[in-house]
């Protein structure tokens, strides 16, 4: 079983930055395929971006595209997610997760408790 953390959440204006990291530990990083996710309060939790373990990235075009960008230092068994031009419809609790690809839940198995990031107007 992947144990994940994330941190770097915290509060930031309008059109500021934040980024995210997500610490792996239990598995071959290098070899894992990673996923964000967030969940804003009285929503489902939606899929942000995804970097496989070969570098290919997808995004959740509609709500991110342009702003966030995934990258990965397998040195540090670490994810990120560089968050720039925040607007208060990114306030939501970031997940990191592995054991899937791409924006669907289901398949991945592994989650991170969280972290929180909220934009002020």
């Known amino acids: 079983q992947v144990q994940l953390a994330e941190s770097g959440g915290g509060l930031v204006q309008a059109g500021g930055s934040l980024r995210l990291s997500c610490a792996a530990s239990g598995a071959s990083f290098s070899l894992l395929n990673m996923g964000w996710f967030r969940q804003a309060p009285g929503k489902e939790r939606e899929f942000v971006a995804a970097?496989?373990?070969?570098?290919?990235?997808?995004y959740n075009d509609d709500s991110v595209k342009g702003r966030f960008t995934v990258s990965r230092d397998n040195t540090k068994n670490t994810v990120y997610l560089q968050m720039n031009s925040l607007k208060p419809e990114d306030t939501a609790v970031y997940y990191c997760?592995?054991?899937?690809?791409?924006?669907?839940?289901?398949?991945?198995?592994?989650w991170g408790q969280g972290t929180q990031v909220t934009v002020s107007s």
């Open positions: 970097l496989r373990w070969s570098g290919s990235t997808l």
């Open positions: 997760a592995t054991g899937g690809w791409g924006p669907i839940e289901a398949p991945y198995d592994s």
